[in-house]
């Protein structure tokens, strides 16, 4: 058991970049999470995938992001046209998908800066 | 809407005293609650966890928390404080949909 794990562990863009993050979930674990957490705040719901289906977003998801788990492994999230709110720790969790809770296990962010 | 309240931003201790950390929750409906503890440059780590049955639930490390309905609370303790145990804590309950609402944490600082 290796652990989550995301890429890049820090990215500083200009605003208007698109940035992609990459999450690796444990080996198996059939759910995944996107969290993000600004300075000072816990971390906030971005999205959850079942499998490889997108089953909820958050509104704080806008249109200028998008999260994909094309084979129902590893996950990307990506953010067209940043902007300096974007600056936050983007934190990916899985959890085995058995019954109606399971444990998430989180990995150790990814931190964006945008300038 | 389900939500937790953590009370204090920063909590400071001595080692060897007791720590307590509180968070009161909201939720229209039977919740499930966690603490979960972050050290710097790292992902946050599960503490313990209430879903069902006994209200005094223990986790790693030699915390424990309790579930109190009539207070809706559900404080972190720990006897006896560690240098370790310096780190940023919050406490978190389960919506529908798997989704985790967490508090703004409490930063644990711990002097020799």
């Known amino acids: 058991d290796t652990g989550v794990s995301q890429n890049p562990r820090h990215k500083i863009t200009k605003r208007g970049q698109n940035v992609t993050f990459r999450c690796d979930p444990i080996s198996e674990h059939n759910r995944l999470y996107w969290y993000r957490q600004t300075l000072g705040q816990g971390p906030e719901f971005l999205t959850y995938f079942q499998n490889e289906a997108q089953l909820e977003k958050s509104r704080l998801l806008s249109d200028r992001f998008s999260a994909e788990r094309p084979k129902g492994s590893f996950s990307t999230l990506e953010i067209q046209r940043t902007e300096q709110g974007d600056s936050a720790m983007y934190l990916c969790a899985s959890s085995p998908g058995q019954g109606a809770w399971d444990e998430q296990f989180f990995g150790p962010g990814t931190r964006l800066t945008v300038l | 809407a389900q939500s937790v309240t953590q009370l204090g931003s920063h909590v400071s201790v001595s080692e060897g005293a007791l720590v307590l950390l509180r968070c009161n929750y909201s939720?229209?409906?039977?919740?499930?609650l966690f603490w979960y503890v972050q050290y710097p440059n790292q992902g946050l780590q599960l503490l313990l966890k209430?879903?069902?049955?006994?209200?005094l639930v223990k986790g790693i490390n030699g915390f424990e928390a309790e579930f109190k309905k009539s207070e809706t609370s559900f404080h972190l303790t720990k006897p006896s404080a560690h240098m370790s145990d310096a780190a940023e804590y919050f406490c978190a309950v389960a919506t529908g949909f798997q989704k985790l609402v967490f508090g703004t944490g409490t930063r644990l600082l711990v002097s020799p």
């Open positions: 939720s229209s409906v039977p919740p499930y």
């Open positions: 209430y879903t069902t049955g006994a209200t």
